[in-house]
C-alpha cells in the first residue's frame, strides 16, 4: 500500500473537509503576516510570524506573534522598513521551532492575509527547508476587496482607512495580522448584506486563485522529498508504486502545462463582459414559504364500534335452557347448566362492555388528536405568516439591492459605450478579472485610461520567480521501495519565469483586443509589475520587470497562437531591462507613472 509519510510534528496529512459551502461568517479563519529580510521566498527569510485567529465577526485574538532569528544578516534597507534588527532577532527561535505551532494554528482553519501570495509562498518555502510540503484553503483580502469594489489594489494602511479601521504600527507582523482580521471581518459583513454568505456564492462574480483553492484538498502538511512505501512483500506493491508515480507525474506536468501555456490558454478563453449576464433578477431565488394545509386525523374505523343490537340479552335464545328427560329426572344437572348459560351471558355482557369502553376510548382519543391538529395548525399558521413577512423584508431587501447593482451595472455599460474614462476603466478591469489564471499569480490589476491618447495603461502583478514550479516529476526507487522527487534546476525556473513574463504581457494585450468591444481603445501600456526595492533609494517599490507599448491594430494581425512570446514580445517593442528572472527593472512603476 503506498502511503505518504506524516510530518513528524504529528499533524494529519490528510485533506481536511471542503469549506467551500460554509457560511463565510462560520468560517474558522486564521490571519498569517510575515515581515521578512527580502522579497524572494528562495533566498530571504522569515524574520517575524504572526497569526490571528477569529470566528465570524467575533473579536480576533492573536495566536502566536514571535521574532524569527533568519540565521542570515537582515539589510539594514529592509531593517528600515519593519525596524527588525541583526540583533532584535539573535536571541529568537529559528523557523523550525515555531512550525509546530504555526501549522497548528492553521489547521482545520481557512488560511488568510492581505497579500495572500507573498505569506504562502515565504511559509512554503520556510517548510520546504524543513523537508516539508504544505497545501491550504485560503483567503486572499486584497483580491476579495477588488472583488467586492471592482477598484484598484492598494496598500493595507490604505484599506484600513477606507473602511474605518486604523493601523498604527504597519509593517509589524501582529499589528498588520490584527488589521487584515479586522478588515476581513468587515468585507465579510458587507458581503453577507448583499446576500453572499458562502465561497461557493462569491465564485459567482468573477474568477479568483483564492477562491479555487476552497476546491482543493484543503489543509495538508506532509514530508517532501519522498513518499515512503509499505515494507510488504507482496508483488503488487511495486505495481501501486508506479500508479501513483504516474498519478504524479501527470499532475506535475499539468501544473508546468499552466505555466507554459499560459498564452495559448489565453486565446480560448472568453474574457469579454457579458452585461446581460452581470444583470441580477429582481426575484428571490428562493420560494416563498407555502400555506400549510392542516392535518385531519383519521377517523375512527366505525366497523369497530359496538352495534347496540349486539348487546347481550337474557332473553336470548342462546342463553335459554334446553332440557333433556334426564335434566328432569336430576335436578343438578339442570342446575348446572343453568349456572353455565349465566356465566357465558355474563362473559358475553363483559366483552360488550369492554368494547363499548374501547370505543369511547378511540373516540375520545381522535377527538385530542382532532384539537392537537388544530393547535398545530395554529402554530403552524403563525409561523407562517411570520416566515412570510420575513420573506417580504429579504425579497424587499433584494429588489432594492438588485435595483442598485442593475443601475450600477447599466451605468457602466453606458459609460463604456459612450467612451466614459471611468466606464471604460471599469469594463476592462472586468475584462481582464474574467481572466483565469494560475493560483500563483495575484488577480488584481490596474487599469488607467488615457482619454486624449485613447491609450490603456495595465499593470500586471506577477509572481515571484520562487512561484515557479519546483517539481519536475518522481521516479520509483525499486531498492528502497520509494518514490523520490525529483527537482527543475534553478536556470530552469528562471527560464519558465522569463517565458511567463512575456506570455503574460501578449495574453494581456489579447484580452484587452478581445474586451474592448467598442474599440474605444487605439494603443495600449502593458507593465509587468512585482514588489521589490528602488536601486536608486532603497525604499520598497514596485518594479517593471516588462513594458510593451503597443497599438491594439498591430496585435489584431497577430497569429499569437503561432509566435515564439519572447520573439513577439520583442518583435512589437517590448522593453525588459535584462533577463525578467534576474529582477532588473525597467524602471521603478512611480517614476514610470510620473
Given at each position: 500500500?503506498?502511503?505518504?509519510?506524516?510530518?513528524?510534528?504529528?499533524?494529519?496529512?490528510?485533506?481536511?473537509?471542503?469549506?467551500?459551502?460554509?457560511?463565510?461568517?462560520?468560517?474558522?479563519?486564521?490571519?498569517?503576516?510575515?515581515?521578512?529580510?527580502?522579497?524572494?521566498?528562495?533566498?530571504?527569510?522569515?524574520?517575524?510570524?504572526?497569526?490571528?485567529?477569529?470566528?465570524?465577526?467575533?473579536?480576533?485574538?492573536?495566536?502566536?506573534?514571535?521574532?524569527?532569528?533568519?540565521?542570515?544578516?537582515?539589510?539594514?534597507?529592509?531593517?528600515?522598513?519593519?525596524?527588525?534588527?541583526?540583533?532584535?532577532?539573535?536571541?529568537?527561535?529559528?523557523?523550525?521551532?515555531?512550525?509546530?505551532?504555526?501549522?497548528?494554528?492553521?489547521?482545520?482553519?481557512?488560511?488568510?492575509?492581505?497579500?495572500?501570495?507573498?505569506?504562502?509562498?515565504?511559509?512554503?518555502?520556510?517548510?520546504?527547508?524543513?523537508?516539508?510540503?504544505?497545501?491550504?484553503?485560503?483567503?486572499?483580502?486584497?483580491?476579495?476587496?477588488?472583488?467586492?469594489?471592482?477598484?484598484?489594489?492598494?496598500?493595507?494602511?490604505?484599506?484600513?482607512?477606507?473602511?474605518?479601521?486604523?493601523?498604527?504600527?504597519?509593517?509589524?507582523?501582529?499589528?498588520?495580522?490584527?488589521?487584515?482580521?479586522?478588515?476581513?471581518?468587515?468585507?465579510?459583513?458587507?458581503?453577507?448584506?448583499?446576500?453572499?454568505?458562502?465561497?461557493?456564492?462569491?465564485?459567482?462574480?468573477?474568477?479568483?486563485?483564492?477562491?479555487?483553492?476552497?476546491?482543493?484538498?484543503?489543509?495538508?502538511?506532509?514530508?517532501?522529498?519522498?513518499?515512503?512505501?509499505?515494507?510488504?512483500?507482496?508483488?503488487?506493491?511495486?505495481?501501486?508504486?508506479?500508479?501513483?508515480?504516474?498519478?504524479?507525474?501527470?499532475?506535475?506536468?499539468?501544473?508546468?502545462?499552466?505555466?507554459?501555456?499560459?498564452?495559448?490558454?489565453?486565446?480560448?478563453?472568453?474574457?469579454?463582459?457579458?452585461?446581460?449576464?452581470?444583470?441580477?433578477?429582481?426575484?428571490?431565488?428562493?420560494?416563498?414559504?407555502?400555506?400549510?394545509?392542516?392535518?385531519?386525523?383519521?377517523?375512527?374505523?366505525?366497523?369497530?364500534?359496538?352495534?347496540?343490537?349486539?348487546?347481550?340479552?337474557?332473553?336470548?335464545?342462546?342463553?335459554?335452557?334446553?332440557?333433556?328427560?334426564?335434566?328432569?329426572?336430576?335436578?343438578?344437572?339442570?342446575?348446572?347448566?343453568?349456572?353455565?348459560?349465566?356465566?357465558?351471558?355474563?362473559?358475553?355482557?363483559?366483552?360488550?362492555?369492554?368494547?363499548?369502553?374501547?370505543?369511547?376510548?378511540?373516540?375520545?382519543?381522535?377527538?385530542?388528536?382532532?384539537?392537537?391538529?388544530?393547535?398545530?395548525?395554529?402554530?403552524?399558521?403563525?409561523?407562517?405568516?411570520?416566515?412570510?413577512?420575513?420573506?417580504a423584508v429579504r425579497q424587499e431587501a433584494h429588489r432594492r439591492k438588485a435595483l442598485a447593482h442593475n443601475a450600477q451595472i447599466d451605468r457602466e455599460r453606458s459609460g463604456y459605450e459612450a467612451g466614459n474614462r471611468e466606464g471604460i476603466e471599469r469594463a476592462l478591469t472586468r475584462v481582464l478579472m474574467n481572466s483565469e489564471l494560475p493560483e500563483e499569480f495575484s488577480d488584481v490589476v490596474d487599469v488607467e485610461f488615457d482619454a486624449e491618447q485613447s491609450c490603456l495603461r495595465i499593470i500586471r502583478q506577477m509572481p515571484h520567480v520562487d512561484s515557479m514550479p519546483e517539481v519536475k516529476g518522481y521516479r520509483v526507487i525499486k531498492k528502497d521501495r520509494e518514490l523520490r522527487e525529483q527537482t527543475h534546476s534553478d536556470a530552469a525556473r528562471k527560464r519558465f519565469f522569463d517565458s511567463v513574463v512575456y506570455q503574460m504581457a501578449l495574453r494581456t494585450a489579447h484580452e484587452v483586443l478581445k474586451g474592448d468591444k467598442a474599440k474605444h481603445i487605439n494603443e495600449m501600456d502593458v507593465l509587468c509589475v512585482i514588489d521589490g526595492f528602488d536601486p536608486a533609494t532603497g525604499h520598497a517599490a514596485q518594479l517593471v520587470l516588462a513594458h510593451l507599448h503597443v497599438e491594439l491594430e498591430e496585435v489584431r494581425k497577430l497569429k499569437l497562437q503561432n509566435v515564439d512570446p519572447?520573439?513577439?514580445?520583442?518583435?512589437?517593442?517590448?522593453?525588459?531591462?535584462?533577463?525578467?528572472?534576474?529582477?532588473?527593472?525597467?524602471?521603478?512603476?512611480?517614476?514610470?507613472?510620473?
Amino acid at each position: 500500500m503506498v502511503t505518504t509519510e506524516t510530518h513528524a510534528l504529528g499533524l494529519n496529512a490528510g485533506a481536511s473537509a471542503s469549506l467551500a459551502g460554509t457560511p463565510m461568517l462560520h468560517l474558522p479563519v486564521s490571519v498569517v503576516d510575515f515581515e521578512t529580510t527580502g522579497l524572494s521566498a528562495s533566498s530571504d527569510r522569515v524574520v517575524q510570524a504572526s497569526v490571528v485567529e477569529f470566528l465570524g465577526l467575533g473579536v480576533p485574538n492573536v495566536t502566536i506573534n514571535s521574532l524569527v532569528n533568519p540565521e542570515c544578516s537582515i539589510d539594514p534597507r529592509v531593517s528600515a522598513i519593519h525596524g527588525i534588527t541583526n540583533a532584535h532577532v539573535a536571541s529568537a527561535p529559528v523557523f523550525g521551532d515555531l512550525a509546530a505551532s504555526l501549522l497548528a494554528s492553521l489547521e482545520g482553519r481557512v488560511f488568510a492575509a492581505y497579500n495572500a501570495s507573498f505569506d504562502l509562498r515565504f511559509l512554503r518555502a520556510e517548510l520546504r527547508r524543513l523537508g516539508m510540503m504544505f497545501d491550504t484553503s485560503f483567503i486572499c483580502v486584497m483580491e476579495l476587496r477588488q472583488l467586492i469594489f471592482a477598484t484598484r489594489r492598494c496598500k493595507l494602511v490604505e484599506a484600513c482607512a477606507e473602511m474605518g479601521i486604523t493601523l498604527e504600527h504597519a509593517h509589524d507582523a501582529s499589528a498588520d495580522a490584527f488589521a487584515t482580521a479586522l478588515l476581513l471581518q468587515k468585507y465579510l459583513e458587507v458581503l453577507w448584506q448583499e446576500g453572499v454568505t458562502s465561497i461557493e456564492q462569491l465564485g459567482e462574480f468573477g474568477h479568483r486563485a483564492f477562491l479555487k483553492s476552497f476546491g482543493q484538498s484543503g489543509f495538508s502538511a506532509s514530508t517532501a522529498r519522498h513518499i515512503a512505501v509499505s515494507q510488504s512483500q507482496s508483488p503488487d506493491v511495486l505495481a501501486e508504486l508506479e500508479h501513483e508515480c504516474e498519478r504524479l507525474n501527470a499532475l506535475a506536468e499539468s501544473r508546468l502545462a499552466r505555466f507554459e501555456g499560459l498564452l495559448q490558454d489565453g486565446l480560448k478563453a472568453d474574457v469579454r463582459v457579458h452585461w446581460d449576464r452581470l444583470i441580477v433578477p429582481l426575484e428571490l431565488e428562493e420560494s416563498p414559504p407555502s400555506k400549510p394545509v392542516a392535518s385531519v386525523p383519521d377517523k375512527p374505523d366505525k366497523s369497530l364500534k359496538p352495534d347496540s343490537e349486539q348487546k347481550p340479552s337474557p332473553q336470548d335464545a342462546k342463553y335459554a335452557l334446553s332440557e333433556s328427560f334426564v335434566d328432569t329426572l336430576v335436578p343438578w344437572k339442570r342446575q348446572k347448566k343453568l349456572d353455565e348459560l349465566k356465566q357465558k351471558y355474563q362473559e358475553d355482557v363483559d366483552r360488550y362492555r369492554e368494547r363499548i369502553r374501547t370505543w369511547n376510548e378511540i373516540v375520545a382519543d381522535y377527538r385530542n388528536r382532532i384539537e392537537a391538529a388544530k393547535r398545530e395548525h395554529k402554530v403552524r399558521i403563525a409561523t407562517y405568516r411570520r416566515e412570510l413577512e420575513q420573506f417580504a423584508v429579504r425579497q424587499e431587501a433584494h429588489r432594492r439591492k438588485a435595483l442598485a447593482h442593475n443601475a450600477q451595472i447599466d451605468r457602466e455599460r453606458s459609460g463604456y459605450e459612450a467612451g466614459n474614462r471611468e466606464g471604460i476603466e471599469r469594463a476592462l478591469t472586468r475584462v481582464l478579472m474574467n481572466s483565469e489564471l494560475p493560483e500563483e499569480f495575484s488577480d488584481v490589476v490596474d487599469v488607467e485610461f488615457d482619454a486624449e491618447q485613447s491609450c490603456l495603461r495595465i499593470i500586471r502583478q506577477m509572481p515571484h520567480v520562487d512561484s515557479m514550479p519546483e517539481v519536475k516529476g518522481y521516479r520509483v526507487i525499486k531498492k528502497d521501495r520509494e518514490l523520490r522527487e525529483q527537482t527543475h534546476s534553478d536556470a530552469a525556473r528562471k527560464r519558465f519565469f522569463d517565458s511567463v513574463v512575456y506570455q503574460m504581457a501578449l495574453r494581456t494585450a489579447h484580452e484587452v483586443l478581445k474586451g474592448d468591444k467598442a474599440k474605444h481603445i487605439n494603443e495600449m501600456d502593458v507593465l509587468c509589475v512585482i514588489d521589490g526595492f528602488d536601486p536608486a533609494t532603497g525604499h520598497a517599490a514596485q518594479l517593471v520587470l516588462a513594458h510593451l507599448h503597443v497599438e491594439l491594430e498591430e496585435v489584431r494581425k497577430l497569429k499569437l497562437q503561432n509566435v515564439d512570446p519572447q520573439a513577439c514580445f520583442k518583435e512589437l517593442g517590448g522593453k525588459a531591462k535584462g533577463r525578467p528572472c534576474n529582477l532588473k527593472p525597467v524602471t521603478v512603476l512611480a517614476a514610470f507613472v510620473e
